[in-house]
Nanobody, 122 residues
Framework: QVQLVESGGDSVQAGGSLRLSCSAS?????MGWFRQVPGKEREGVAT???????RYADPVKGRFSISKDNTKNTLYLQMNNLKPEDTAMYYC???????????????????WGQGTQVTVSS
């Protein structure tokens, strides 16, 4: 089992920045950030694996940056130039399964945090 605890969500104005953190109780192979708004499917935002491969969803490319401190088992998501459409509950996810191709598919992640709310106002 892996416990994930997110933090860093807040309310900000458009154009602002936030950094989300996710602390994992043990090491994992891949971790990622997903987001969900009411009535919509949870979607992948950014994922990375221990090999250093990173994937970003098209809407966040150039604005968001995912990183990980392996010494602390902590995942980060730096979000810059935030837009109202980034408003969502953000979830940290992890898997200890090796996938040959890193993706943004939520079905490939086994462990989930409780989520942290990000609200961007115009």
């Amino acid at each position: 089992q892996v416990q994930l605890v997110e933090s860093g969500g807040d309310s900000v104005q458009a154009g602002g920045s936030l950094r989300l953190s996710c602390s994992a109780s043990r090491s994992t192979y891949s971790m990622g950030w997903f987001r969900q708004v009411p009535g919509k499917e949870r979607e992948g935002v950014a994922t990375m694996n221990d090999g250093g491969t990173i994937r970003y969803a098209d809407p966040v490319k150039g604005r968001f940056s995912i990183s990980k401190d392996n010494t602390k088992n902590t995942l980060y998501l730096q979000m810059n130039n935030l837009k109202p459409e980034d408003t969502a509950m953000y979830y940290c996810a992890a898997t200890r399964v090796f996938w040959s191709i890193l993706s943004l598919d939520k079905s490939e992640f086994d462990y989930w945090g409780q989520g942290t709310q990000v609200t961007v106002s115009s």
